[in-house]
């Protein structure tokens, strides 16, 4: 089957490929291997492949469109596993489906720079989604003799939903205390969202891989979402 195929999604050239985006025969990273053996991410590679192209060939910036693809290729090859790759992937094809909003911006403009952190948030806002929810499932799978889970995982929710309003009011008033002129304020609230966001995802993350590593997950799962707790347990309840 002949397929366009691209060279770390810059640059594209026509070869026959069983899947992805490049040639699997060239690859050489781990990223690269992991994208070829798994055809979930061999997909997802192809599809942003095309997205990538497409926008590349109507958008006003190319120059940009390439440093923030780069940009993105260095976050992606830091991935420890295939879950972070999807993850990445899902984002940066959601990224670059909103790049057409900017284009009547100019270059550094408040409104240019705060679409992109504003489109940077909604897509992680997916993925954070995404890893809350599988988090409760795997929470919910290993029970205990207290029956404590119920209302650890209701208490989970309700922060979870907390979290999330407390994050908005916190970046408005980071924007607001920049006192910066014209539309500023609300791009650096809007900075400071996909920021919050992002940390966000990698304490959910590391709670969830915490969980899967633990031999005795009836148990161990409570320690594994102690970060969650944003004073720490250690500060409420006294060591025993």
Not at 191 to 209: G, L, N, P
């Amino acid at each position: 089957m002949v397929k366009c195929i691209t060279t770390s999604l810059l640059m594209f050239i026509c070869s026959s490929t069983f899947s992805a985006s490049f040639d699997c025969k060239l690859a050489r990273s781990t990223i690269e291997k992991s994208i070829c053996s798994n055809e979930e991410l061999s997909k997802l590679d192809e599809e942003l492949g095309t997205t990538y192209k497409n926008i590349k060939s109507q958008t006003k910036r190319p120059d940009q469109l390439k440093m923030y693809q780069t940009d993105w290729l260095e976050q992606r090859n830091r991935c420890a596993n295939e879950t972070c790759i999807a993850d990445s992937y899902n984002e940066q094809i959601a990224f670059l489906n909103a790049w057409p909003v900017n284009e009547g911006w100019p270059d550094g403009s408040p409104m240019f720079t705060g679409n992109i952190y504003l489109e940077r948030t909604k897509r992680s806002e997916v993925v954070l989604k995404q890893k809350f929810n599988s988090l409760i499932k795997l929470f919910s799978l290993y029970g205990t003799p207290q029956g404590d889970d119920q209302r650890v995982i209701k208490a989970l929710e309700m922060q979870q939903e907390a979290w999330s309003n407390f994050k908005g009011a916190e970046c408005e008033l980071v924007g607001s205390l920049t006192m910066a002129g014209g539309t500023w304020p609300s791009t650096y609230a809007n900075k400071c969202e996909a920021v919050h966001t992002q940390k966000r995802i990698k304490v959910v993350t590391e709670a969830f891989e915490c969980i899967q590593k633990e031999k005795d997950k009836a148990t161990g799962k409570y320690s594994c979402v102690h970060p969650l707790v944003a004073l720490g347990l250690s500060e409420i309840v006294e060591e025993r």
